[in-house]
């Protein structure tokens, strides 16, 4: 059982450059995020999804897009990377219901740096 | 606004001693995690909780929903439990989505 994989996990990008991040979870749950955390910000939810094909606004959404296409698969793409988009991104999944309701399983995170 | 505060923001203590750390909250929550972060490394759930208090081992977690306030104990650190502790918190009024605060430092010396 894997739980929350990320890929990739390291990536370095020029000002410019796209790329996407991908999140897959095989708990079957429900709902699905993208955090990004800086240094002395704590964790900021850029996107989330509560089901497949859904997706919705963080609080800090913009230059990032999303997709939930498969309820497994949560991707996180930059269309335009800039340098205020270096970060270490996690992605966390929870169940909606049953014992594990509201615990968040979360990846291992995705070191990106944009020159 | 919604907003979680932790304290303190750094915490050093020796092998052996007794841990607390604070989260308080805004408003009515409908869960709380407890979550840790060694250096460099991928973020651990160590406990949700919506009320009362549990244990895992040396960590204790206690909430009091009246006063919106939980805290985090530790007890007979010892120097593998340095790492940065977050309070996550999922208001009633945030479908879902959790709120977190800005961690405390942890480091516990030999």
């Known amino acids: 059982n894997a739980g929350v994989t990320q890929t990739p996990k390291f990536r370095v990008l020029k000002t410019g450059q796209s790329m996407t991040l991908l999140c897959a979870q095989d708990?079957?749950?429900?709902?699905m995020y993208w955090y990004r955390q800086d240094p002395g910000m704590g964790l900021r939810l850029i996107h989330y999804?509560?089901?497949?094909?859904?997706?919705a606004k963080g609080e800090v959404p913009d230059g990032y897009n999303v997709s939930r296409l498969k309820k497994q698969n949560f991707l996180l793409g930059l269309e335009s990377a800039a340098p205020s988009q270096t970060s270490v991104y996690f992605c966390a999944s929870k169940p909606t219901g049953g014992s594990g309701a509201n615990v968040l399983t979360f990846g291992a995170g995705s070191r990106l740096t944009v020159l | 606004k919604n907003e979680v505060e932790q304290s303190p923001q750094n915490l050093t203590a020796q092998e052996g001693e007794f841990i607390t750390i604070n989260c308080s909250y805004s408003v009515g929550i409908s869960a709380l995690h407890w979550l840790q972060q060694h250096p460099g490394g991928g973020i651990v759930s160590l406990f949700m909780?919506?009320?009362g208090k549990k244990k895992h081992g040396r960590l204790i977690a206690t909430i009091n929903i009246q006063e919106k306030h939980s805290s985090l104990h530790i007890t007979a650190s010892h120097p593998r439990d340095s790492a940065v502790y977050i309070c996550?918190?999922?208001?009633?009024?945030?479908?879902?989505?959790?709120?977190f605060g800005d961690g405390t430092t942890l480091t516990v010396k030999p």
């Open positions: 909780l919506s009320s």
């Open positions: 999804s509560v089901g497949e094909g859904t997706t």
């Open positions: 996550a918190v999922t208001f009633n009024t945030n479908a879902g989505k959790s709120t």
């Open positions: 708990m079957n749950h429900e709902y």
